[in-house]
């Protein structure tokens, strides 16, 4: 495989995830599970870090005069997606340091 193939799985599965946690606070809770907010940030939080590796090794090729189609996209959606572990882990410990788990969304 590719690295532009590899960049196309990476945004697929963080498009996967964008699309869980927009079901999320839609529905207040995941679909067919009872996972945990928490449970998943983890888990995007390590697609994140995946993504993030992936960026360098696209940036490595690019130093080098190679182009991929979707490099600026693994960018913003890699940003999107911490975004999303940033704010949700914030709002998580701040609900546990103060009690507030029953009014999160």
Partial sequence: MKIDGLV??????????TGLFAYYCQHARFP??????????????????CGTQLEDVVSMFESEGHHFARAEELRRT????????????FATDAALGGGALDAWE
Avoid: C, K, M, N
């Fill in 78 to 89: 890699g940003a999107r997606l911490q975004a999303i572990v940033d704010e949700e882990r």
């Fill in 32 to 49: 067919q599970s009872g996972a945990t907010p928490s449970y998943f940030v983890d888990l995007v939080e390590q697609v994140v870090h």
């Fill in 8 to 17: 196309d799985e990476w945004l697929r599965l963080a498009t996967s995830a």
